[in-house]
């Protein structure tokens, strides 16, 4: 099991920022990618942002240039600083990561989410 603790959620003006952390515990074994979606009230749950283990990025062409995803590998963390917000940022966001268990089972786990409103 796999245990992922989210914060840094919260209600910022259009234009700010705000950064998102997400820490992984638990038997992992072999971490491989990190990486945050989100859902918007009505809509599919969308990826923003992805890392693997090696560092290789990947990003929704709609956070380009304002969200830069991060992660600390020691600390099993992955990070996203959000900037530039716009109120079509608002959603549930949510960590999710990626690996393989020391059997070589693959596995994927979901964070609980937490709530970005982009708002003035």
């Known amino acids: 099991q796999v245990q992922l603790v989210e914060s840094g959620g919260g209600l910022v003006e259009p234009g700010g920022s705000l950064r998102l952390s997400c820490a992984a515990s638990?038997?992992?074994?072999?971490?491989?990618?990190m990486g945050w979606y989100r859902q918007a009230p009505g809509k599919q749950r969308e990826l923003v942002a992805a890392?693997?283990?090696?560092?290789?990025?990947n990003y929704a062409s709609s956070v380009k240039g304002r969200f830069t995803i991060s992660r600390d590998n020691a600390k099993n963390t992955v990070y996203l600083q959000m900037g530039s917000l716009k109120p079509e940022d608002t959603a549930v966001y949510y960590c999710?990561?990626?690996?393989?268990?020391?059997?070589?089972?693959?596995?994927?786990?979901w964070g609980q989410g937490t709530q970005v409103t982009v708002s003035s």
């Open positions: 638990g038997s992992m074994f072999r971490l491989n990618a």
């Open positions: 890392v693997t283990s090696g560092g290789s990025t």
């Open positions: 999710n990561v990626q690996g393989v268990t020391n059997a070589f089972t693959p596995y994927n786990y």
